[in-house]
């Protein structure tokens, strides 16, 4: 079974602080992705990576940026958190050449 | 960015009911893919679906992929209070090779 973990359940943090929430996979998956879910908008891709150091643009990057050092792990940055940044994050990972993408269970993030 | 139309947005029904949702779009997909969400976890795979007219089970639930490729349909029969949660609709473009686009979600609610 794919498991896809992520590092914290529930997360609170304050207007401005630097925020990291780390995803790790162990299905040695190419393609790892970073959602953000919202009450009725679904689920939202705010950034993805190919594979090793490679990162591309999602439709809500804006605020966020990513890091992908190893294969296995793949970290969604707060620069400077806001109160609009408080949302449940997704990570998914995905084998190259198919479509299915398997989810952690999610980071809660909180902004006060 | 581009979203799929689901509907209901939420159901409440009697255990032991048949459920019906459905996705629908103006563009053309090659694959959709069925997620349940548990309240507090990630959205767990049900059904993949890769060519058009294709109608696929998994246990209680049958999901069909659209002969027009713009639609998807999942049903649930004979419901139990384990089912839940907010199913999700999500499709894979002809033109994109990574991008899922992702229905607003079903929340699906059994009267007590």
């Known amino acids: 079974d794919v498991k896809v973990t992520q590092s914290s359940r529930y997360l609170v943090k304050r207007t401005g602080e630097k925020v990291f929430l780390e995803c790790v996979q162990d299905m040695d998956h190419e393609n790892m992705f970073w959602y953000r879910q919202d009450p009725g908008l679904g689920l939202r891709l705010i950034y993805f990576?190919?594979?090793?150091?490679?990162?591309e643009k999602g439709d809500i990057p804006e605020g966020y940026s990513v890091s992908r050092e190893k294969k296995e792990r793949f970290s969604l940055i707060l620069e400077s958190a806001s109160t609009n940044q408080t949302s449940m994050y997704l990570c998914?990972?995905?084998?190259?050449?198919?479509?299915?993408?398997?989810f952690g269970p999610g980071t809660r993030l909180t902004v006060t | 960015g581009q979203q799929l139309n689901q509907s209901p947005q939420s159901m409440f029904i009697q255990e032991g009911e048949d459920v019906s949702m459905n996705c629908t779009s103006s563009s053309i997909f090659n694959t959709w893919l069925w997620y349940k969400q548990d309240p507090g976890e990630g959205p767990v795979l049900l059904i993949a679906?890769?060519?058009a007219g294709e109608l696929t089970s998994n246990g209680r639930l049958t999901a069909q992929f659209g002969i027009t490729r713009k639609d998807s349909f999942l049903n649930i029969s004979a419901s139990i209070p384990s089912d839940v949660g907010i199913y999700f609709c999500a499709g894979q473009l002809g033109d994109s090779n990574y991008q899922l686009i992702w229905g607003a979600g079903t929340k699906l609610i059994i009267k007590p």
């Open positions: 998914a990972s995905r084998n190259r050449g198919t479509y299915e993408q398997y």
């Open positions: 990576s190919y594979d090793v150091k490679m990162k």
């Open positions: 679906l890769y060519k």
